[in-house]
């Protein structure tokens, strides 16, 4: 079964600055999506930014860059120039995309704090 | 486009009640999955459904059950509550499953405490 795991279950960044979010996951597939979505504390979860498994480019959205290392099934987020409104929790989602078995796994999440 | 709505918002219910969650995907949409969402367990799979059909389930009892509409629209059931079911449900859409759904959008979610 496959598994996902955020180790980090906090984290805090000056204003500005760069922090780097780690997601590590287990599977035996060969294709499959990743996800970073962000839930700030509205509680509505926003897709960040996604990753499929069959492209070596890291993915990238603005400030927001992954860094996915498919051997060592790990899949970072950075986020640049941090700013107020990153503060949230942010969950890394595996997709399996076998047939039949669409399920998202997530993690269990990284409180990111942005500080002034 | 409108987004994902999740009817009602809130909902506080006593231990032995029923409770019926509605959710209504983005247009076009037509896959509807449901989370739990509990600050010790963070976000649990329930179920996803597809053209009225459940295509997944999630290692829940079967007092939770859904169902969905031929508009894609989708209900979650939890019968029997108990206090442990509090929690915050989320639903999400998608086009379909595969590839081009491979994206899920969320709606704000129903608060339901059980008291």
């Known amino acids: 079964a496959q598994t996902v795991t955020q180790s980090q279950p906090e984290m805090s960044v000056q204003e500005a600055e760069t922090v780097t979010l780690s997601c590590t996951y287990d599977t035996s597939e060969s294709d499959y999506y990743l996800f970073w979505y962000k839930q700030p504390p509205s509680r509505q979860m926003i897709l960040v930014i996604r990753q499929e498994a069959y492209k070596q480019q890291n993915a990238t959205e603005n400030r927001f860059s992954v860094n996915f290392q498919k051997a060592a099934k790990s899949f970072s987020l950075k986020i640049s120039d941090s700013q107020l409104g990153d503060a949230a929790m942010y969950f890394c989602?595996?997709?399996?995309?076998?047939?039949?078995?669409?399920?998202?796994?997530f993690g269990t999440g990284t409180r990111l704090k942005v500080l002034a | 486009k409108a987004g994902v709505t999740q009817t009602p918002r809130y909902l506080i219910k006593t231990r032995g009640q029923q409770v019926t969650l509605s959710c209504s995907p983005i247009s076009g949409h037509r896959s509807v999955s449901w989370y739990q969402q509990t600050p010790g367990q963070g976000l649990q799979f329930l179920f996803e459904y597809f053209s009225e059909t459940q295509r997944n389930k999630g290692n829940f009892p079967g007092r939770f059950s859904g169902r969905q509409f031929s508009n894609s629209r989708s209900e979650m059931n939890v019968s029997t509550l108990e206090l442990g079911d509090s929690a915050l449900y989320l639903c999400?859409?998608?086009?379909?499953?595969?590839?081009?759904?491979?994206?899920?959008?969320f709606g704000p979610g129903t608060r339901l405490t059980v008291t």
């Open positions: 999400a859409s998608s086009l379909g499953p595969g590839l081009a759904g491979a994206e899920q959008y």
């Open positions: 989602a595996y997709r399996t995309i076998t047939s039949g078995t669409y399920k998202y796994i």
